[in-house]
């Protein structure tokens, strides 16, 4: 079957790295997306992997193992805005996203 | 600068009873996709549509119909309302399915009583 592995909640404070992990199990694989969604909002584009390594958007970074089914979002400089649920999403061999619960990020001062 | 439009924002039904969302988009997208989210889960494809004309099922179709008579539009009907249908549902788009990102609207919260 297919899976996505994330973990539910992570605590961080202003100003630090936090990097948010997933691993997932798909039927194929045709690139990876991370979406942010604010509470009570729509989800929101991130990042898109389909080869390996790091790919870097200002603050925010996403990094790619297709060997080992394993992708992660790190967020430089987190600001209270950042408070959030990030949402791992492979794109399957049908070109379909399977849709990760999302990791709740919560900044504290 | 609208993007993807869902109407209602907000609606409460009786079980049994029938409605529709709708979802517009102005960005000329040719995939279209309506999702539910649940609490504690992940956005779930209830179906889609890959272009004018076109529809196919995700993976929770049962209870659903869709509609896309035009490009712009895609409509997601509920023929008889169940509590279990209960959710946040959202409308999406994209250019493309490979390396294109969706686009999502505000979502629907429906609550059925």
């Known amino acids: 079957g297919q899976n996505i592995d994330q973990p539910t909640e992570m605590t961080a404070t202003e100003g630090a790295i936090v990097q948010i992990n997933c691993t997932y199990q798909t039927s194929g694989f045709n690139g990876l997306f991370w979406y942010q969604q604010h509470a009570g909002e729509a989800p929101t584009f991130l990042s898109y992997?389909?080869l390996d390594g790091l790919e870097e958007k200002g603050r925010f970074s996403s990094f790619l193992s297709r060997s080992k089914g394993y992708s992660y979002l790190l967020l430089k400089e987190l600001q209270m805005k950042d408070s959030a649920s990030y949402l791992c999403?492979?794109?399957?061999?049908?070109?379909?996203?399977?849709w990760g619960a999302g990791t709740k990020l919560i900044i504290k001062p | 600068n609208a993007g993807v439009t869902q109407t209602p924002k907000f609606r409460v039904l009786k079980t049994g009873q029938s409605m529709t969302l709708l979802c517009a988009q102005d960005m000329n997208h040719e995939y279209m996709y309506w999702y539910r989210q649940d609490p504690g889960m992940g956005l779930r494809l209830i179906h889609y549509?890959?272009?004018?004309?076109?529809?196919a099922k995700g993976e929770v179709p049962d209870g659903y119909n869709v509609s896309r008579l035009k490009k712009q539009n895609f409509l997601l009907g509920l023929e008889s309302a169940a509590p279990s249908q209960t959710s946040v549902y959202f409308c999406a788009s994209s250019f493309g399915q490979e390396n294109q990102p969706q686009h999502f609207g505000d979502g629907t919260r429906l609550s059925i009583l």
């Open positions: 549509s890959v272009g004018e004309g076109t529809t």
């Open positions: 999403a492979p794109l399957d061999s049908n070109y379909q996203l399977i």
């Open positions: 992997n389909v």
